[in-house]
Nanobody, 122 residues
């Protein structure tokens, strides 16, 4: 699976951004997609994941109620709508595909996009 993330940028606290991740190479609806982020000097952390059908979603506590993950299987694209952004959301956000185990564990994913930078100013 090849993944291409986009949509990052600079936004003030309280603002919103929508990230996209386009996939190619396999039947998109057959696998889970996840978003992770890594802030400078910190470990990569789980943000959100969504089942192949889009019915099931899972969020990190730090983004629950502010971020929404969704997917359009016809377009082979997964989205991360980020609202009420905080400076602590500043990070490089990466999409990942098809975990072999727990959705929230980065090491379970084999395919990764290149990452897109989100910067939130206070």
């Amino acid at each position: 699976v090849q993944l291409q993330a986009s949509g990052g940028g600079f936004v003030q606290a309280g603002g919103r951004l929508r990230l996209s991740c386009a996939a190619s190479g396999r039947t998109f609806s057959s696998y889970v997609m996840g978003w992770f982020r890594q802030a400078p000097g910190k470990r990569r952390e789980f943000v959100a994941a969504i089942s192949g059908s889009g019915i099931s979603t899972y969020y990190a506590d730090s983004v629950k109620g502010r971020f929404t993950i969704s997917r359009d299987n016809a377009k082979s694209t997964v989205y991360l709508q980020m609202n009420s952004l905080k400076p602590e959301d500043t990070a490089v956000y990466s999409c990942a595909a098809d975990p072999q185990g727990a959705w929230y564990v980065a090491d379970e994913y084999d395919s990764w996009g290149q990452g897109t930078l989100v910067t939130v100013s206070s």
